[in-house]
Every structure is written in structure tokens, then in C-alpha cells.
């Protein structure tokens, strides 16, 4: 391919102009539609909860980043529709075929918008979506219920060297200090049986390290004595977790809602039972696979717009292709999530299965109608 093919020219900035006013349009639209539930329950928090009004608005706004990862695809989807359907119905498209363009060059710059938007997604929901759910736990917790980050007692497992393991449990959770409440700390030896219990009053977290207060400890002897130290002013230990981990755990948080390196934190403590630890490698597979959605969605709009919506399609026509499109690749999508719970050795496959299989599906479509 010769450089000056790849070089922006008027063609291009005129086609991403044409997409840029029904991306935005479907922006809008599936937002409103995707945040009516939400909207209703602001209501129900003040009336019902009597939850402070701007309580529950900055629940709502915290919730929108999460909102539009979802969105955006869908958009681009539907403005891709859109784009495409009003050039093709106004003969534009004909008018630049007959004047040697081919349709692989106009459809390269809308593709590109696909990918960047891909990488502009995959950042909102690594960077943007758990800070985001972050605010909403502690406004939930602290302002609106006025209770503690836990709803149960909670518990930590970390394995000791030489094969050991040591359990902590606490009642609750200070979130100005990070702090745990009423600690009580076991550690057993390779062969399972009790060498230590403390109890402490709370446990502080300090330059990543925690710290017993007012502890006191029961030391379990090979000899079968016990040695006690009614109080030691200060432990430090490792719990195995720190407290955003502790806080994401024991909430039982969507990981959906987590970026990759915060669901792999949580795998990797060791402190998730089988069921969850499919649940949380499934999705930490699916969050690199799905951002690419966007991607995709163009791929497949291209030459749903040209062929089925020529003669300039309306909105409305548009928009149900783009509802039947998106409901189509989520059925796809959910279908493989289970295989890939079901089978975890292969769920980086799993999740990249929906994408595959829909680009080729638009690939063979844009080829031929690229043909006609």
C-alpha cells in the first residue's frame, strides 16, 4: 500500500464528521435509556431512605462511567448505521465509487474510529469505572444507609512460609482510618493445627503494613503448653489484603465493575471459593475482549447500512437494526461466558469468541458488498 493512502484527507475528515452527529445522537438516546432505572431510584432514596438530595444525584453521576462503557458501542453501532444508510440513500456513495474510490476506502477511516474509540472505552473502564465505584460504595455505605463499608463479619486468609496459613476475622470497618474493628488472628502450621490466636481491639493499616493494637496473644506449643501475653501495645502483621482489596471482597462487588488489575489483586489473594474465582476470571478475560466491541459494531454496521437501509433508511428503521444487532451479539456473548466459567482453561478464548466470530460475519458482508 502506497503512504499517501494512509495520509488524513477531506474524504476522511468528511466521512467522521458524518458519523460524529448520530454517535452522539445515539449516545444520548441509550444513555437515557439505559439510566431510567437509575433515575427512579434517585426518588427512592429520598423519599424511602431519606437519603440527602445531593446524595443521591452524586450516586446517579457516579454511576454514568460505568453507564457509558456499555453505551458506547451501542452508539457507534447506531451511529454507524445511521452514517452510512444517509450516504448510501443520497447516492453519495455511488457518486464516490464512480469517482474510483472503493468502498474498503471509505469504510477505513470509520474503522479507525472503531478501533481508537475501542482504546478510548478500555481506558474509561480501567481508570475511570472503580474510582467511580469507589465514590458510590462510600457514599451508599457512609451517607445513605449511615452504616459500615461491611454488611457481615468478615474474614481473611494468607498462606504463612513453610505451608501455614493464618486466618483473621473482624467485625467492622473504620473507613476515615483504615482500620478493622474487634480482630481476632489465627495461624495454623502445615499440618493444620493451632500455633497462635491474638485478639486485638483494631487493626490499622500504615505504610502497607497492619497494625494490632492492644493485642493479646496465645502462643500453642509443640509440647502442648500455652504461653499468653495478656498485652502487647503493638503486632504488626500481614493480613494478606489490604484495605481497598478487603472493601471490594467482602462488598461483593461486580467485578464488572473493577478494572483488570484490581480483579487479578482479588484472584490472586486466594480468597475467593470456586464459584466466584470463575466468576472473576471470566470477566477479567472479558474486560480486554469487550471494549472492542466498538470495533466490531462498525465492522458490521458497514454493510448493514448500505444494503439494508438504502434509499435513505429512517431513524427509527436504523435504530431497531442496531436493538436487533446488539441483542444478537449479547446472547453470543452470554453464551460463551458460560463456556468459559464452565471451562476457565479456556476463557481468554471464550471471551474473544463473540468479536471473532462477528468480524468475520462483517468482514464476508463488507467484501461483498463491496462487489456490487
Not at 489490604?242 to 473493577?258: A, G
Request: net charge neutral; with cysteine.
Amino acid at each position: 500500500m502506497r503512504l499517501s493512502s494512509l495520509r488524513f484527507t477531506i474524504l476522511d475528515r468528511y466521512l467522521l464528521a458524518e458519523l460524529a452527529g448520530p454517535f452522539v445522537f445515539g449516545l444520548a438516546a441509550f444513555t437515557m435509556m439505559i439510566s431510567a432505572a437509575q433515575i427512579i431510584s434517585i426518588g427512592r432514596l429520598i423519599s424511602d431512605a431519606h437519603a440527602p438530595a445531593w446524595a443521591a444525584i452524586e450516586l446517579f453521576l457516579w454511576q454514568l462511567p460505568y453507564i457509558e462503557t456499555l453505551v458506547i458501542p451501542m452508539a457507534l453501532l447506531l451511529g454507524t448505521l445511521l452514517a452510512v444508510s444517509r450516504l448510501s440513500g443520497d447516492s453519495e456513495m455511488t457518486a464516490m465509487k464512480a469517482g474510483g474510490i472503493t468502498l474498503y476506502r471509505i469504510a477505513a477511516p470509520l474503522l479507525v474510529a472503531g478501533f481508537v474509540v475501542s482504546l478510548v472505552n478500555l481506558v474509561l473502564q480501567e481508570a475511570v469505572v472503580p474510582f467511580a465505584n469507589d465514590r458510590i460504595i462510600e457514599i451508599q455505605s457512609t451517607v445513605v444507609n449511615r452504616t459500615s463499608l461491611f454488611n457481615r463479619d468478615l474474614n481473611v486468609s494468607a498462606p504463612l512460609p513453610g505451608g501455614g496459613r493464618q486466618v483473621t476475622f473482624a467485625t467492622a470497618y473504620e473507613p476515615h482510618t483504615l482500620a478493622l474493628l474487634h480482630v481476632t488472628l489465627i495461624q495454623y502450621d502445615a499440618r493444620g493445627t493451632t500455633t497462635l490466636v491474638a485478639f486485638a481491639d483494631r487493626a490499622e493499616f500504615l505504610a502497607d503494613q497492619w497494625t494490632l493494637d492492644n493485642v493479646s496473644t496465645y502462643r500453642f506449643n509443640p509440647d502442648g503448653t500455652v504461653t499468653a501475653q495478656p498485652q502487647t501495645p503493638k503486632l504488626q502483621v500481614d493480613l494478606g489484603e489490604s484495605p481497598t482489596d478487603l472493601v471490594k471482597r467482602v462488598k461483593n462487588d461486580n467485578p464488572e465493575q473493577m478494572s483488570r488489575s484490581e480483579i487479578a489483586d482479588i484472584v490472586h489473594s486466594g480468597q475467593l471459593n470456586k464459584g466466584e474465582l470463575r466468576k472473576y476470571v471470566t470477566t477479567y478475560q472479558e474486560k480486554l475482549a469487550q471494549p472492542f466491541a466498538c470495533f466490531v459494531f462498525v465492522l458490521l454496521a458497514l454493510p448493514f447500512g448500505i444494503r439494508n437501509l438504502r434509499g435513505g433508511g429512517s431513524t427509527s428503521l436504523g435504530f431497531g437494526l442496531a436493538v436487533a444487532i446488539i441483542f444478537v451479539y449479547y446472547v453470543v456473548l452470554t453464551f460463551f461466558t458460560y463456556i468459559g466459567e464452565a471451562l476457565l482453561p479456556l476463557a481468554a478464548i471464550a471471551a474473544w469468541m463473540p468479536n471473532a466470530l462477528f468480524t468475520v460475519f462483517g468482514a464476508i458482508r463488507l467484501r461483498r458488498a463491496a462487489t456490487v
